[in-house]
């Protein structure tokens, strides 16, 4: 059965048959990989199906690798999800569930779009994959690549935290050091992919296939939960996680298993929020020119030439009746010793976001005490110890 229709622009409609492109031919959009829905979802019971795998691989029938790939697989997905009771309490909110990401093979969710893009980079037998990171997409490149056995080149900011470089360097990953932010490292790895033909797995929208392993968070949130929560709040830099959660859910709708959608809550840093901002004013989302250095490195993304992916979040966020917010670092600070000590979770300050963001739902009454939230857990915090250095 061939379950992949097409790659539809996101801006114009446009539909592209299936090859591994980045960005609309005709206006440059970033791009969705459509399915063959009612074939799929006729064929076997979702999420009965493929029980002899495990994690994301589970739901292999709505990735966008061919069914006859073995994956490249370390085990991700498959992540705890439990009730916070410390956190409940604290917050006055009755139904909090933590969805704790950092546990996966290389310490945040990345893990799952990069199985997916290193499964797709050796069914096209690319020669070398090549990312621009805030460090997290790197770990991760880097790990799967190497179990892959495909040459990785990772371009990062300067300001990457040792521990993730450190990762990278260990997994046999060539870096490049950007001076600069995360926006110049995407144009130097985007220019050199194309010159080179290499496959690149930058993880804002700009490997369609790729971010569609974001969308197994949806259906363990729906398998764990058992069914739709009122909220979800994601830390985001360009997005795609929160886009594509809520894509898995949509997919979860056309299957028949559930009958209403969660709203989607996107958080940022003070520091860097252009999508805040736009969500605020009532505007399309406007690259960052503010300095932008806040604890939370990971999702400090100006989008400086790419600002309608923000803007393509951000409509995501819009059609869901949700929330964007954005947090400072004290508060950050805060919850991050806050989950660890009252919870036994140690994340990194950019995860540590979602948890600000709650309190400040709860403060702004935009949460009633009745509904449930679950607050994503995205990455590690072992992988960028800066804040807990210094405050020792
Ligand atoms: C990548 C990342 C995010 C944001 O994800 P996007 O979907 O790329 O916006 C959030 N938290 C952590 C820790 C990350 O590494
Ligand atoms: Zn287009």
Redesign the pocket.
Known sequence: MNRLKGLTCVECGHKHEISIIYKCERCKGSLDVEYYYNEIFDEKELFALDTFREGIWKYSSLMPVNEDMNPVTLGEGNTPFFRSSKLIQKLGINNIYLKNESVNPTL?F?DRPLSVALTLAKQYEVEKVITAS????GVAAAAYAARAGIPCEIYIPASTPQEKQMMMEVYGAKIKTIEGTFSDAYKVAGETAIANDWLNLT?TFLNPFAIEGDKTLAYEIYEQYGGVPDWIII????????VSCYKGFKELQLAGKIDSLPRMVGVQAEACAPIVEAFKKGTKVEPWTKSGKSVAG??ADPLTTYSQDGTRTLRTIIESNGQAIAVNDDSIIKHQRLLAEEEGVFV?P??ATALSALEKMKENELVQKDQSVVCVI??HGLKDLDVIKKEN
């Open positions: 945040s990345k805030t460090g997290n997409t993880s830390p985001v830099g360009a997005g795609p996680l929160l990971g999702i990194e950019s995860s995205t990455g």
